[in-house]
């Protein structure tokens, strides 16, 4: 189904940044603002919920931990016990310091890499996923806000200009 | 202008008496004789159930007895001089960790302040006299760990076993020292170590004070030169009076991570003194323009020093267990044996409970938080420096009394009282840094 929205581009983060407080101030709904770099506080003006990644970065460097306890239990302990520098592997508790950098690195090691990807499925990002980016100026130096038009496009146009757009267009998205 | 509390005046004041009086105590139930100290340790071990005995055979082999243990009869009147001195070291052990704790935090602040204004740091100048304030304890710190040392040298205590000639001619190992470890040379460092930590924080502070009144920056950039030239000095200096004045009280043992270790400590303790300084003055109405971001970015080096804090000490640890050295392990052997608890327990405080408590960044934000972590940090670290002496000093004999809470009250009264008299002496918001708009409006 296409629904019809309306796209005002800036060129300046900061014209963007009070356009975004005054559509918010108008109780307008900001679909999706598309920059070319990151603009600090902008999900804070927008509105967005605070993000989530932290709480699963925590959970995974858990179960980082996790799996390399377990893993070396059974190579160091349970398979093949070795007797290393005059340590015999009999328990876990009398070798643990040495494997204290492993446990260190399988938690660094879980939390980052399932931290990306868990980012890219919220994102909806997946390989050879066509680009939604509605206009190639905003990986250049421009920026684009997009509302969407429930049977008011004029004045939203109106509001746009206002709030400094260099350009505004009405056009159907495929969603 | 910032005016002292009756109130923490006070209390300061009856911290320093109370210490006074409990480190007079400790000082005076100490044994003079071998009999008496005999007869304490044996009173000791029926009112305790005899939790020390099992470890009394081990501590022959700790600091430079190792070459008497093997003379059979001499071993048992050596043994019984050995544990006087023990017990006569405890006051002054007891001493010395609380007046190099809190010299250690003035030191640390020193470091961290000398880092903003080498990096030109943007964030911080808010909390630049704050920061003045704290060193300036290092004068009166730093006089009275020199006095400690001088009274060492002068035979005073037997905590630096290198500093008895009669212990050097038996030990070659100690002879071999001897070049470095001697009571003139090292009086002589601790002199130029503390003479240019004292200099480069009173000329800075004469910079930033005149940086207020002046119509240029010249004062700023001048500051700029000095603390990145202090920052070298630091480093070096800093290393060195780690191996002198701690680690030197196990002549034989040797880390070459010591000073990174022992600095780790004082840097972590010193931020937290300035958070909790800083949460503190807010409280009462000073320093309007920090806001939580201010307050966030420390916690989150109390966090990241705390966690770095246990990454040295874990790396110091894991070579040497590894290792299996029989000269390296007796250290540790010593600690997991006779320090169980301030030791597994000091891991605790300085690492599992900030890395907890602090993760969130939401909890950063909140004062009491920050304060609460603060003080449970302060004593992980008041007991890390006593796990660093006190094996070497008293050995099996440690405890947690009276003399060791009066050093922390003496010199934790001093230290407040310092401080706060400090903070007085000037606005605590500086005027004419040029970063102090972007200090100002920092957030994060």
Redesign the interface.
Known sequence: MASKVIQALYNDDDVLMHAVKKVRAEHHHIEEVYTPFPVHGLDKAMGLADTRI?ITS?LYGCLGLTVAIVMMNYIMIEDWPQDI???PSFTYLDNM??F??IMFELTVFFAAHLMVITFYLRSKMWPFKKAENPDKRTTDDHFLMELGVHDNENELADLLWETGAVEVKVTEKES | MYTFSNKLRIGSFIAMGLGVIFLAIGFLSAPSTVEEAKAMVAVHDDGHGGGHAEAAENHGEEQGHGAETANGEEHDSSHDTHLLHQLQNRPWSALYVAAFFFFMIALGVLAFYAIQRAAQAGWSPLLFRVMEGITAYLIPGGIIVFVILLLSSLHMNHMFVWMDADTVAHDELLQGKAGYLNPTFFLIRAAIFLGGWIFYRQYSRKLSLAQDESDDNSNFVKNFRWSAAFLVFYLISESMMSWDWIMSLDPHWFSTLFGWYVFASMFVSGITVIAMVTVYLKSKGYLEDVNNSHIHDLAKFMFGISIFWTYLWFSQFMLIWYADIPEEVTYYIARFQDYKLPFFGMLVMNFVFPLLVLMNSDYKRVNWFVIMTGIVVLFGHYLDIFNMVMPATVGDQWYIGLPEIGGILFFGGLFVFWVFTALTKAPLQPKRNPFIEESRHFHY
């Open positions: 932290a925590f520098g005059g340590k310091p040495a204290v950098p």
